[in-house]
């Protein structure tokens, strides 16, 4: 059983039935002893997220949304990011699947990065720029 945010909860106990006023008192109690914890699970879920699979701040906060995080406390979740680790995820994650990519023209290789990247997430202007660098030094890098 993972973490889940009170949204997620109380959704749930909706769908087993529990009267909404008994469920409203369960989680406000959680959350009173500590036991739901919006902020820590929106921090730890940026955190595994952007590391373990390269999401962009703009994915990890659709997924917050999803999961029933406030906007605030997902905006001081996404703020835990260091600036410069969405350009280096997104480099790491090119460069992995370039290993896979080394027959195909530059073109195709862009176009299908590309589509990697903006289902992450990433800004375009910072895909092409990470693309456009890796690709030109795949080239000049030996097997």
């Known amino acids: 059983m993972s973490p889940k945010s009170r949204a997620q909860l109380a959704e749930a106990l909706a769908a087993k039935g529990v009267p909404d006023a008994a469920a409203q008192a369960v989680l406000d109690r959680y959350t009173e002893v500590g036991l739901i914890d919006d902020a820590a699970f929106a921090e730890a879920w940026v955190t595994t997220r952007q590391s373990g699979r390269g999401l962009a701040t703009r994915a990890l906060a ?18 835990t990011i260091e600036p410069d680790a969405e350009e280096d995820s997104a480099r790491m994650l090119v460069r992995r699947k370039l290993r896979s990519m080394r027959g195909l023209e530059p073109p ?9 990247l903006a289902r992450k997430g990433y800004p375009s202007e910072l895909a092409f720029r990470v693309i456009h660098e890796e690709l030109s030094g795949s080239d000049a890098r030996p097997d």
């Open 62 to 79: 659709r997924e917050l949304h999803r999961k029933g995080i406030d906007k605030d406390v997902a905006r001081a979740a996404l703020a």
């Open 108 to 116: 195709v290789a862009t176009r299908r990065l590309l589509g990697m």
